[in-house]
T-cell receptor
Framework: EAGVAQSPRYKIIEKRQSVAFWCNPISGHATLYWYQQILGQGPKLLIQFQNNGVVDDSQLPKDRFSAERLKGVDSTLKIQPAKLEDSAVYLC???WGQGVNEKLFFGSGTQLSVL | EDQVTQSPEALRLQEGESSSLNCSYTVSGLRGLFWYRQDPGKGPEFLFTLYSAGEEKEKERLKATLTKKESFLHITAPKPEDSATYLCAVQAGSARQLTFGSGTQLTVLP
């Protein structure tokens, strides 16, 4: 089966600019996740959708980050304006059910560099 | 607040030299402990889920075990292709999110 697709693979922007990332989960997966992985650290959940509703966005910096999941399928994550500390890999993942004791399928991520 | 600590941060082994990676956790009401493998430039790939103390799971050269405070990932006779970062994560209480550790970067030399 096709995996989780993300684009772009790399993005370089200057601080205060905006950027958007796109994710297409595995077909039929109900839950979609956006994680931020800073170099040398484990992934940190930013937002979790079940179908097209938000389940958890407690760690999303809402003053600059936004995300949506259109029709319960694809998702976009936006940062506006970007800060230097946003430099990280942004990982999208999906799972079949509600995300409880489920394995997650990750995409290869978007590596963001903010200069 | 759930906490996950992995050790060592980095480990270099000779091919065939067995060892263990540690994941210690502090949570309220563990629901599941997960092991993932991450190759450079890729997203994490699922390896195991453990649910209760005493449980063990195996896959090829890897065996994961769980106690009430920690989990071990044992690697028997590793090969260079086992080189990767191994991440541990927990899901606890009513939370649906995973809390990840910082990982152990394993290098297996031929």
């Amino acid at each position: 089966e096709a995996g989780v697709a993300q684009s772009p693979r790399y993005k370089i922007i200057e601080k205060r600019q905006s950027v958007a990332f796109w994710c297409n989960p595995i077909s039929g997966h109900a839950t979609l996740y956006w994680y931020q992985q800073i170099l040398g650290q484990g992934p940190k959940l930013l937002i979790q959708f079940q179908n097209n509703g938000v389940v958890d966005d407690s760690q999303l910096p809402k003053d600059r980050f936004s995300a949506e999941r259109l029709k319960g399928v694809d998702s976009t994550l936006k940062i506006q304006p970007a800060k230097l500390e946003d430099s990280a890999v942004y990982l999208c993942a999906s799972s079949w059910g509600q995300g409880v004791n489920e394995k997650l399928f990750f995409g290869s991520g978007t590596q963001l560099s903010v200069l | 607040e759930d906490q996950v600590t992995q050790s060592p941060e980095a480990l270099r082994l000779q091919e065939g030299e067995s060892s263990s990676l540690n994941c210690s956790y502090t949570v309220s009401g563990l629901r599941g402990l997960f092991w993932y493998r991450q190759d450079p430039g890729k997203g994490p790939e699922f390896l195991f889920t453990l649910y209760s103390a005493g449980e063990e799971k195996e896959k090829e050269r890897l065996k994961a075990t769980l106690t009430k405070k920690e989990s071990f990932l044992h690697i028997t006779a590793p090969k260079p292709e086992d080189s990767a970062t191994y991440l541990c994560a927990v899901q606890a209480g009513s939370a649906r999110q995973l809390t990840f550790g910082s990982g152990t970067q394993l290098t297996v030399l031929p």
